[in-house]
């Protein structure tokens, strides 16, 4: 089974930086698609960002394109997505997810974490 576990959640004041992490089991990043989602209350789970398995390939919702990054570590089998410039309305749970699929949406992952909760205040 893919296990799936975010971690680096945590508050954050608008203008700051956050990285959270996706561990993943065994080779999961290096053969699958991943990405990082959000939902906030009240709101749809959203695309962030996404990686494909090969790595070659990044896609970022317009609205964190040039703020956050994502990126891999097939060695230590983890993904990362770094925050910068946060704004309160990025305040959501953030959740990491394996899929086959490329470019990715909220409907196409296979396997999900719990999330980690990012909270930005103003």
């Known amino acids: 089974q893919v296990q799936l576990v975010e971690s680096g959640g945590g508050l954050v004041q608008a203008g700051g930086s956050l990285r959270v992490f996706c561990a993943a089991s065994?080779?999961?990043?290096?053969?699958?698609?991943m990405g990082w989602f959000r939902q906030a209350p009240g709101k749809e789970r959203e695309f962030v960002a996404a990686i494909s398995w090969s790595g070659s390939s990044t896609e970022y919702a317009n609205s964190v394109k040039g703020r956050f990054t994502i990126s891999r570590d097939n060695a230590k089998n983890t993904v990362y997505l770094q925050m910068n410039s946060l704004k309160p309305e990025d305040t959501a749970v953030y959740y990491c997810?394996?899929?086959?699929?490329?470019?990715?949406?909220?409907?196409?992952?296979?396997?999900w974490g719990k999330g980690t909760l990012v909270t930005v205040s103003s």
């Open positions: 997810a394996a899929g086959s699929s490329y470019p990715v949406t909220p409907y196409n992952m296979a396997y």
């Open positions: 065994r080779r999961t990043v290096s053969t699958y698609n």
